[in-house]
């Protein structure tokens, strides 16, 4: 799960981050008001989206006086700021981040994420921030620290302290040491699966404070954090993610347009990769899990056309806890009540799958039903052609 900006460094400052004076705000008149409460005599007027790239797309503003700060805010909420990370759909700002502006005498780079391929948190530190740290990391990954996270053991102190020194702070060195230590706690503590601090800035007295920040939650892990899941901003999400997760399932949006409806991660997995193989791209997946409904199943059919740029969908159960006869009830009762236009590829094996595809049969709906998952594929990629 994603939160905003003001959200992450309200969380790192509990664990001792250090971050600038601000307030969230979401109309023009509370900007000022935040505004009046900051030391000034500069201001930073921010738009508070879950995307990052925000100052390329004009979301990042610096006033130099309330007037200014009335105005920035007038001219942001209701925008809809586009960035390398919104696509070119954008998104609508709703709310800003007014904070007070900084002396800058230096920006740095820090992120904890998740390296998969070790199967551990990584520490990472570059003494270039804020630029885009991936652009870095293929081009000169020489200028990337890091430092491995044991889980049995946590970020130790000389690990901060290589980091520290290594970005060449001198005497800022020991309060970034600090700095960093009270990030891997906040990382830890909270389930995170990314922290980023983009940029890190050293003051011109030597403070050390994070300028801008990111953190996401592993959604597993959320039922420990109440307080964090209250933070979530369904305005900010796929509204139909936020449909699908009210019936418990996973929709995911893509952007192709094969429609996928399956059961279980591994079996979505594979099934894009056919459909790939076949020459199509999905639009989306849909997994229904192990145990749903009838009811479930409706809904997620449901739910799946609903999204405009499916041209054709393609049904992949393999029945084991889950039933072939609810699923094919499910489909059937959805196609019903949403006269489908678009034409409907259903492959089906395992627990109660005779029973299914009579189901299927006896509907008088125009479904097509294929022999494994490389003939559904194939089908399914050459009717979105002819319907595309």
């Given at each position: 799960?994603?939160?905003?900006?003001?959200?992450?460094?309200?969380?790192?400052?509990?664990?001792?981050?250090?971050?600038?004076?601000?307030?969230?705000?979401?109309?023009?008149?509370?900007?000022?008001?935040?505004?009046?409460?900051?030391?000034?005599?500069?201001?930073?007027?921010?738009?508070?989206?879950?995307?990052?790239?925000?100052?390329?797309?004009?979301?990042?503003?610096?006033?130099?006086?309330?007037?200014?700060?009335?105005?920035?805010?007038?001219?942001?909420?209701?925008?809809?700021?586009?960035?390398?990370?919104?696509?070119?759909?954008?998104?609508?700002?709703?709310?800003?981040?007014?904070?007070?502006?900084?002396?800058?005498?230096?920006?740095?780079?820090?992120?904890?994420?998740?390296?998969?391929?070790?199967?551990?948190?990584?520490?990472?530190?570059?003494?270039?921030?804020?630029?885009?740290?991936?652009?870095?990391?293929?081009?000169?990954?020489?200028?990337?620290?890091?430092?491995?996270?044991?889980?049995?053991?946590?970020?130790?102190?000389?690990?901060?302290?290589?980091?520290?020194?290594?970005?060449?702070?001198?005497?800022?060195?020991?309060?970034?040491?600090?700095?960093?230590?009270?990030?891997?706690?906040?990382?830890?503590?909270?389930?995170?699966?990314?922290?980023?601090?983009?940029?890190?800035?050293?003051?011109?007295?030597?403070?050390?404070?994070?300028?801008?920040?990111?953190?996401?939650?592993?959604?597993?892990?959320?039922?420990?954090?109440?307080?964090?899941?209250?933070?979530?901003?369904?305005?900010?999400?796929?509204?139909?993610?936020?449909?699908?997760?009210?019936?418990?399932?996973?929709?995911?949006?893509?952007?192709?347009?094969?429609?996928?409806?399956?059961?279980?991660?591994?079996?979505?997995?594979?099934?894009?990769?056919?459909?790939?193989?076949?020459?199509?791209?999905?639009?989306?997946?849909?997994?229904?899990?192990?145990?749903?409904?009838?009811?479930?199943?409706?809904?997620?059919?449901?739910?799946?056309?609903?999204?405009?740029?499916?041209?054709?969908?393609?049904?992949?159960?393999?029945?084991?806890?889950?039933?072939?006869?609810?699923?094919?009830?499910?489909?059937?009762?959805?196609?019903?009540?949403?006269?489908?236009?678009?034409?409907?590829?259903?492959?089906?094996?395992?627990?109660?799958?005779?029973?299914?595809?009579?189901?299927?049969?006896?509907?008088?709906?125009?479904?097509t039903v294929a022999d494994g998952m490389q003939d559904a594929a194939r089908k399914v990629v050459a009717l979105a052609?002819?319907?595309?």
């Amino acid at each position: 799960m994603k939160i905003h900006e003001y959200q992450a460094k309200a969380i790192l400052k509990r664990f001792g981050v250090a971050v600038p004076k601000g307030e969230v705000c979401f109309a023009p008149k509370e900007a000022v008001a935040v505004a009046a409460r900051l030391p000034g005599p500069s201001y930073v007027v921010k738009a508070q989206i879950h995307a990052g790239g925000r100052g390329k797309g004009g979301g990042v503003k610096v006033a130099r006086s309330l007037s200014d700060v009335e105005a920035l805010a007038r001219q942001i909420i209701g925008m809809t700021l586009i960035t390398p990370q919104t696509g070119p759909e954008g998104r609508k700002v709703r709310r800003l981040l007014v904070e007070e502006g900084l002396d800058i005498r230096k920006e740095l780079y820090l992120g904890i994420v998740l390296d998969r391929s070790r199967g551990v948190p990584v520490f990472m530190a570059c003494a270039e921030g804020g630029v885009d740290i991936e652009e870095t990391a293929r081009e000169a990954p020489e200028k990337i620290l890091r430092a491995v996270i044991r889980p049995e053991v946590g970020f130790r102190p000389f690990q901060a302290r290589q980091l520290a020194f290594g970005l060449e702070l001198g005497e800022s060195a020991d309060k970034a040491l600090k700095l960093m230590l009270a990030l891997a706690r906040a990382f830890e503590e909270t389930d995170a699966s990314l922290v980023e601090i983009n940029p890190l800035v050293v003051t011109g007295a030597g403070e050390v404070m994070a300028l801008d920040a990111k953190m996401t939650f592993d959604d597993n892990a959320l039922y420990r954090h109440p307080e964090i899941r209250e933070l979530r901003d369904q305005d900010e999400e796929e509204p139909l993610e936020v449909e699908a997760s009210r019936f418990g399932l996973n929709y995911i949006k893509l952007q192709g347009n094969v429609g996928c409806m399956v059961n279980g991660a591994g079996l979505a997995m594979a099934t894009m990769d056919m459909i790939q193989l076949a020459g199509g791209a999905p639009a989306n997946f849909l997994d229904v899990g192990g145990g749903a409904s009838t009811e479930q199943v409706s809904n997620a059919f449901r739910i799946l056309l609903s999204d405009p740029s499916v041209r054709a969908v393609l049904i992949n159960i393999f029945g084991g806890i889950m039933r072939c006869d609810v699923v094919a009830q499910g489909v059937v009762a959805a196609a019903t009540s949403t006269g489908v236009k678009a034409p409907v590829v259903v492959r089906l094996e395992g627990t109660n799958v005779e029973e299914g595809r009579k189901i299927l049969r006896d509907s008088g709906l125009n479904f097509t039903v294929a022999d494994g998952m490389q003939d559904a594929a194939r089908k399914v990629v050459a009717l979105a052609k002819e319907t595309a």
